[in-house]
């Protein structure tokens, strides 16, 4: 448990907002990112859709997409692209935020294809339905950051500035913990290294920072960790908490907070907003066939939040 802070909630109990294209393992719909567009009075979820590697057809991340949504379970789709705009073996996580100005920035991580690996561009636009990816501008790379691999980019206001959490391969084979960026613009990044690392236990292989929310005078971040690589693509939740945004204690050492009843048990990428008084938590979880399915559970804001 987690002590004075949230409890863990049932996902059995949440509500799907998004069902896989087949009902076998592989398949899965989710990686979410959600913001409130104060302006469209409406929320805004990112989300990738994936299949079986080998097929029919071999699409790992083959396509993602922004979608909207005034109750936030039933969302319309507004823009879709697939991995071929970006001549990409598979997309990884997006993260849409609308800056000051009114302009929206989507931050994009694929594999490149002069070299394979992870990387992290940002499109701006100024409606969410009109990002051109050929106008993509690099913002981290694993050349630039000394990694093997930067990825899952999500972006946190601080202030006027941005702060964006990235899950980094240290190397090809591990570990994988959260590293930090920061920003004036949202466009151009200085990289500040380590925030969230590895544990001890089930979490020793990977620790990626996936969700941050406001919590009394704190935050609460919750992560998706696995014990090896074999357990990668089907993480389970952590929870972590922080003062100041920059450094991070995990509150679950000896197990993670929470897993799915079903399969691999696998319960990842899970993003929330608070809306009238309760949190609205969007993740990706695994069902009794294997898949995946993208799941909203409403749980009350933690007192003092």
Not at 1 to 29: I, K, Q
Not at 123 to 148: H, I, S
Request: with cysteine; glycine share 10%.
């Amino acid at each position: 448990d987690t002590p004075g802070v949230l409890e863990p909630f049932d996902p059995e109990e949440g509500v799907t907002v998004l069902a896989p294209d087949a009902p076998r393992p592989g398949n899965w719909v989710g990686c979410p990112s959600v913001v409130y567009d104060a302006v469209r009075e409406s929320i805004l979820l990112t989300y990738r859709k994936r299949r079986p590697r080998g097929g029919p057809p071999p699409d790992r991340g083959h396509e993602c997409r922004i979608a909207e949504s005034r109750d936030g379970v039933r969302f319309t789709d507004l823009w879709t692209v697939t991995k071929d705009a970006f001549a990409s073996t598979s997309l990884e996580r997006f993260n849409l935020q609308r800056a000051d100005d009114g302009r929206y920035l989507l931050y994009v991580s694929y594999e490149h294809p002069a070299d394979g690996r992870w990387r992290i561009d940002v499109l701006e636009a100024a409606a969410p339905d009109a990002f051109d990816p050929a106008a993509a501008r690099t913002v981290l790379t694993p050349a630039a950051t000394g990694t093997e691999a930067v990825k899952d980019p999500y972006v946190v206001r601080d202030g006027r500035g941005y702060l964006m959490f990235v899950s980094t391969f240290l190397t090809a084979a591990g570990p994988a913990p959260t590293s930090l960026a920061s920003s004036d613009d949202g466009l151009r990044y200085r990289w500040l290294g380590q925030a969230l690392g590895v544990g001890p236990g089930w979490d020793r292989h990977q620790a990626r920072l996936s969700g941050i929310l406001r919590a009394g005078s704190g935050w609460l971040g919750f992560y998706d960790g696995a014990a090896s690589a074999a357990e990668d693509t089907e993480e389970r939740l952590g929870l972590a908490r922080s003062d100041d945004l920059r450094s991070w204690e995990r509150l679950s050492v000896d197990a993670p907070w929470l897993a799915a009843p079903h399969a691999t048990g696998s319960l990842r990428y899970l993003d929330g907003l608070e809306l009238d008084g309760d949190w609205w938590l969007y993740y990706e979880v695994a069902r009794a066939d294997g898949s995946h399915e993208l799941r909203l559970s409403r749980v009350p804001a933690p007192r003092g939040s």
